[in-house]
T-cell receptor, first 115, second 116 residues
């Protein structure tokens, strides 16, 4: 049972480069999201999706794009990387069922460094 | 606005003792959920415990319990009989029915160190 899988786990970029962080889940979760974790700031929501074709912004969306073409996949795109985007990125998914607690299942994280 | 405050950057406890990690929250909503997650040095986020705002009893999961004081807007995590493997970062988080229970707002975390 793979759960939530993120790739790559580590990436170094130069300022201005683009890249995509991949996220896939095999639990048939409707809800998927991306968080970034910075020292002393906890986790902050970047973008989220409640189903295929539906995405919305979280707390810190600037500089990131997402799309949700399938239930399983939710890639995060950095179009022009900046040093301020150096962070650890977590993908998380959950059911949307009524009455569910909303417990998030997290991937292992992707550490991104922008030089 | 929703906000989670964890005022303890670091906590120390001896093995087999109990420890309380503080969490206060700010919300004007009546329906919300409170979570605690553990993040060991390996980096993954591990769900520990959940408390709904309408739950009258404190949530418990094995050695973890959530001391929920609604009037004081606090949701402290109590770990009984600490183990060396409990050394990790601990995050308190909150969600709201109005914005979707899955949209968690996290605190800044408390680093717990368990000594032999």
């Amino acid at each position: 049972n793979a759960g939530v899988t993120q790739t790559p786990k580590f990436q170094v970029l130069k300022t201005g480069q683009s890249m995509t962080l991949q996220c896939a889940q095999d639990m048939n979760h409707e809800y998927m999201s991306w968080y970034r974790q910075d020292p002393g700031m906890g986790l902050r929501l970047i973008h989220y999706s409640v189903g295929a074709g539906i995405t919305d912004q979280g707390e810190v969306p600037n500089g990131y794009n997402v799309s949700r073409s399938t239930t399983e996949d939710f890639p995060l795109r950095l179009l022009s990387a900046a040093p301020s985007q150096t962070s650890v990125y977590f993908c998380a998914s959950s059911y949307l069922s009524a009455g569910d607690t909303g417990e998030l299942f997290f991937g292992e994280g992707s550490r991104l460094t922008v030089l | 606005a929703q906000k989670i405050t964890q005022t303890q950057p670091g906590m120390f406890v001896q093995e087999k003792e109990a420890v309380t990690l503080d969490c206060t929250y700010d919300t004007s909503d009546q329906s919300y959920g409170l979570f605690w997650y553990k993040q060991p040095s390996s980096g993954e986020m591990i769900f520990l415990i959940y408390q709904g705002s309408y739950d009258e009893q404190n949530a418990t999961e094995g050695r973890y319990s959530l001391n929920f004081q609604k009037a004081r807007k606090s949701a402290n995590l109590v770990i009984s009989a600490s183990q060396l493997g409990d050394s990790a970062m601990y995050f308190c988080a909150m969600s709201h029915m109005n914005t979707g229970f899955q949209k968690l707002v996290f605190g800044t975390g408390t680093r717990l160190l368990v000594s032999p």
